[in-house]
C-alpha cells in the first residue's frame, strides 16, 4: 500500500511546474503561450534570463532529488522501487495534472534524480555530455545521447539487470519527449523524413 502512495506523491510532486511558478512571478507571463510553450528551463532562460533558467532548472531538479533522497535516506527503499518512483515524478514533469497535462522535457527532473540515487552516474554524464559537445556541437543532442547513455553506466557500474532496465525505461521517457527536438536538428542534416 505504501508503494501506491509513494508513487501518486512522486508524481504529485513532479506535477509542480517551477517554470509555471518562476515565469509567473517574475515575468507575469504563461510559458505555455510563449516561446516555444514549453514550461521548462530552457524556455525560460529564453524569455527571462539566466535567473529564470537557474531557478526553474533547480526547482524542477529537487523534485526527482528529493523523490529518490528522502525515501532513500529515511525509510530505507529498495533502490528499484526509487527508480520507480523517480520515472514516476518524470511523468509527472511531462505529464502534470496541475497544467492540464502540458509539461515540461524531463531533463532536470532526471538529472536530479540521479544525483540522489548515486552521484557517480551523474559525474559520468556530466563528462560524457562535455565528450559529446564537443563532438557533435549541439547541446540538445549531447545531452539525449548522454542521458540515453545512463542506463549502459548503470550496467557498468554492477547494477542488476532490473535496475538497468528501469533506468532504461526513465531515459526512453525523456527521449521520447524530445522527439520534436531531435527530428528539427536531423531534419537539418537530412534525417528525420
Do not use: Q
Not at 11 to 38: C, F, P, Q, W
Not at 87 to 111: D, E
Not at 147 to 173: D, G
Amino acid at each position: 500500500m505504501y508503494l501506491f502512495f509513494y508513487l501518486i506523491g512522486a508524481y504529485l510532486l513532479g506535477s509542480v511546474m517551477s517554470g509555471y511558478v518562476v515565469a509567473r512571478t517574475l515575468g507575469h507571463i504563461d510559458l505555455r503561450k510563449e516561446g516555444s510553450g514549453n514550461v521548462g528551463a530552457r524556455n525560460a532562460g529564453r524569455l527571462l534570463g539566466k535567473k529564470a533558467f537557474v531557478l526553474t532548472f533547480l526547482g524542477d531538479a529537487l523534485k526527482g532529488f528529493f523523490v529518490v533522497f528522502i525515501p532513500a535516506v529515511f525509510f530505507d527503499i529498495n533502490p528499484a522501487i526509487l527508480l520507480f518512483g523517480l520515472a514516476a515524478a518524470v511523468i509527472g514533469h511531462l505529464k502534470p495534472i496541475t497544467l492540464r497535462f502540458k509539461g515540461g522535457k524531463g531533463v532536470s527532473t532526471f538529472i536530479g534524480g540521479i544525483a540522489a540515487f548515486d552521484y557517480k552516474v551523474l559525474l559520468v554524464m556530466i563528462v560524457l555530455f562535455l565528450v559529446l559537445y564537443l563532438l557533435l556541437r549541439s547541446f540538445t543532442l549531447a545531452g539525449l545521447a548522454a542521458i540515453l547513455l545512463v542506463p549502459i553506466i548503470f550496467y557498468l557500474l554492477s547494477y542488476s539487470w532490473l535496475h538497468c532496465f528501469l533506468m532504461l525505461s526513465i531515459t526512453l521517457l525523456v527521449i521520447f519527449a524530445h522527439k520534436e527536438n531531435v527530428c528539427d536538428r536531423l531534419k537539418k542534416g537530412g534525417g528525420c523524413g
